[in-house]
């Protein structure tokens, strides 16, 4: 089966930096991406992970270590725009689909 | 180049009636996936699709849901005898060859299906 979990809701104050977890469990592991979703929006592609290790790009990066089923996405210097959902989602299974989390909606306070 | 386009952006239906949303994919690209999003809820896998062809379809309700993607024109998703339940956003993304590693997906903006 698969799961994933990240946590529901986290606040931080703007030109700060944010760290959000997401652990999971799912077969046949390919990947994991990162999305950002503005509500009412489309969800918009962010990273993407598949060696363990650090993925850098501008202000955001993602970690990822296959073997504790762990990931984060790490946001720095934050603006007011960046509250929004962010959607972890592993790759994998039969077809290798991505399944998404409930997402970590960041709200971004002056 | 147009991105991933859903149409009705909105839709209405009474409870009984019949749904139909559509995806056009991005130019050139052949995967077709539709996720449907609850409120204050992640996204959820529903199908898989390529041309004229059902990938993975583990995620669909047994009944009164379908899709298709036919060789020519968009990706239907189709709702019969919908019911309050049904109310959700519905996302379509596409992709060029499919679920291989690192090939994302790009997403619509989604319809808003609300059952009155």
């Known amino acids: 089966g698969q799961n994933i979990d990240q946590p529901t809701e986290m606040t931080a104050t703007e030109g700060a930096i944010v760290q959000i977890n997401c652990t999971y469990q799912?077969?046949?592991?390919?990947?994991l991406f990162w999305y950002q979703q503005h509500a009412g929006e489309a969800p918009t592609f962010l990273s993407y992970?598949?060696?363990?290790g650090l993925e850098e790009k501008g202000r955001f990066s993602s970690f990822l270590s296959r073997s504790k089923g762990y990931s984060y996405l790490l946001l720095k210097e934050l603006q007011m725009k960046d509250s929004a959902s962010y959607l972890c989602?592993?790759?994998?299974?039969?077809?290798?689909?991505?399944?998404f989390g409930t997402g970590t909606l960041l709200a971004v306070q002056p | 180049n147009a991105g991933v386009m859903q149409n009705p952006r909105h839709l209405v239906r009474r409870r009984g009636q019949e749904a139909r949303l559509r995806c056009s994919p991005m130019?050139?690209?052949?995967?077709v996936y539709w996720y449907r999003q609850l409120p204050e809820e992640g996204l959820k896998f529903m199908v898989y699709?390529?041309?004229?062809?059902?990938?993975?379809e583990s995620g669909m309700p047994k009944e009164r849901f379908s899709a298709e993607f036919p060789k020519e024109g968009p990706s239907i998703l189709r709702i019969q005898q919908v019911v309050r339940g049904d109310s959700a956003a519905y996302f379509c993304?596409?992709?060029?060859?499919?679920?291989?590693?690192?090939?994302?997906?790009?997403f619509g903006s989604g319809t808003q299906l609300s059952v009155l």
């Open positions: 993304a596409s992709s060029p060859v499919g679920t291989y590693a690192n090939e994302k997906l790009f």
């Open positions: 799912t077969s046949g592991f390919n990947g």
């Open positions: 992970n598949v060696l363990d």
């Open positions: 989602a592993p790759q994998g299974g039969a077809t290798n689909k991505l399944i």
């Open positions: 130019k050139g690209h052949s995967h």
């Open positions: 699709l390529q041309k004229e062809n059902i990938i993975d």
